[in-house]
């Protein structure tokens, strides 16, 4: 089964290492992309796709507003066409790169989300449960209904602030350590690394997303796939090769961090570079 797709960001690398990661991937056929919410809408009146991937934060109409707005035209054209059934609205698989509170919500219902900066098999995984979904027939619940669920979701109150300390595993001792210690954070073969000033060490969350929802998203932005950063505790911006960037952090090796293409934008909105 081919999909068709529309992949809808205001950053261009975004796009791009989307379309990389779609191509890679297979069974799907991007027949547009756009930039912002209102080239959303008129691109899915055009096209009619499978599937949309929709960035959250974008001029225009932000990626909710684009959901309600396609929706709203499609019951208005039922309406006015007495017999004539409602338009099938896309699946949506969100992109975010900022929200935990979204995420979490996109996590438990049944529309999916990727988040930046995006994983191959991530992106893999969605592809399948949209495959999987259209496949399903009636015991699958309907888009729509699947986006009136989201909604609700989003409007409900917002989690309870994160905890202020965390606990590290450093050897055979269990750490409490304030958020606003912490350096970095880094995954790698699956065990997750805590960086302060003065030691390191283990944390027990199995990804970098359980842990993002620990943390403060005001202090702690997640500048590769890998790394997650305190931003006050970055020391240096070094310009690297094509217009890339590295993060040389504040620990006692003063670490680089590589930033991703897709957050290269949030870096210089960071920073003002």
Known sequence: MSLSALIIDDEQLARDE?????????????????SNGIEAVNLIDEHHPDLVFLD??????????????????????????????????????FATAYDQYAVRAFDVNAVDYLLKPFDRDRVE?????????????????APAAQIDTLLRLLNRPQAAPQPAKLIVQAQSRLMLVDQAEICYAAIDEGVIR???????????????????????????WRAHRGFVVNINHI??????????Y????????????????????????????
Not at 18 to 34: F, I, M, N, P, R
Not at 194 to 219: H, I, M
Not at 235 to 244: D, L, Q
Not at 256 to 268: A, D, G
């Open 18 to 34: 989307l379309k990389y990661l779609l191509d890679s991937v297979g069974g799907v056929d991007v027949l547009a992309e756009g």
């Open 56 to 93: 959250v934060q974008m001029p225009g109409l932000d990626g909710f507003a684009v959901i309600k707005r396609i929706k709203e035209q499609s019951e208005a054209r039922a309406r006015s066409q007495p017999g004539v059934e409602q338009d099938p609205l896309p699946h949506i698989v």
């Open 125 to 141: 995984q969605a592809v399948e449960r949209v495959k999987g979904r259209i496949a399903g027939g009636p015991a699958t619940p």
């Open 194 to 220: 805590v960086v302060t000033q003065n030691f390191e060490g283990q944390s027990k969350c199995r990804t970098l997303e359980e842990l993002l929802d620990l943390l403060d998203p005001a202090l702690f």
């Open 235 to 244: 020391r240096e911006v070094v310009p690297w090769f094509k217009s890339s």
């Open 246 to 273: 590295q993060l040389r952090m504040n620990d006692k090796k003063q670490t680089e961090i590589p930033v991703s293409r897709s957050q290269t934008r949030r870096l210089r909105e960071l920073f003002n570079l």
